[in-house]
Nanobody, 122 residues
């Protein structure tokens, strides 16, 4: 059974930074690609960032490139999303996901957390 639990969300002002964490209960965590997605009010869930099981390869949505950094600690079964220079348009529920493949399509990710709310005020 796979369980993903996000934490670290909150209310911040534009320009602030925030770090999200996702603790994974996966027996073979180091063999999974991990991803972050988000769903803004009234919009579909969208890809934010992903990281290969080796941590050597990362991908980002154009909207967050240069501002967000995804990382992982395989010893702690945890993946992080460091968010800087936050904008009001980053306001969304952020979800952690796990997959054996690294794709941007949400359909390619079978395991999901419950999400954590990030609200950026202007």
């Amino acid at each position: 059974q796979v369980q993903l639990v996000e934490s670290g969300g909150g209310l911040v002002q534009a320009g602030d930074s925030l770090r999200l964490s996702c603790a994974a209960s996966i027996r073979t965590f180091s063999r999974y690609a991990m991803g972050w997605f988000r769903r803004a009010p009234g919009k579909e869930r969208e890809f934010v960032a992903s990281i290969h099981w080796s941590a050597y390869v990362t991908t980002y949505a154009d909207s967050v490139k240069g501002r967000f950094t995804i990382s992982r600690d395989n010893a702690k079964n945890t993946v992080y999303l460091q968010m800087t220079s936050l904008k009001p348009e980053d306001t969304a529920v952020y979800y952690c996901a796990a997959s054996t493949i690294m794709v941007k399509n949400t359909a390619g990710w079978p395991y999901w957390g419950q999400g954590t709310q990030v609200t950026v005020s202007s």
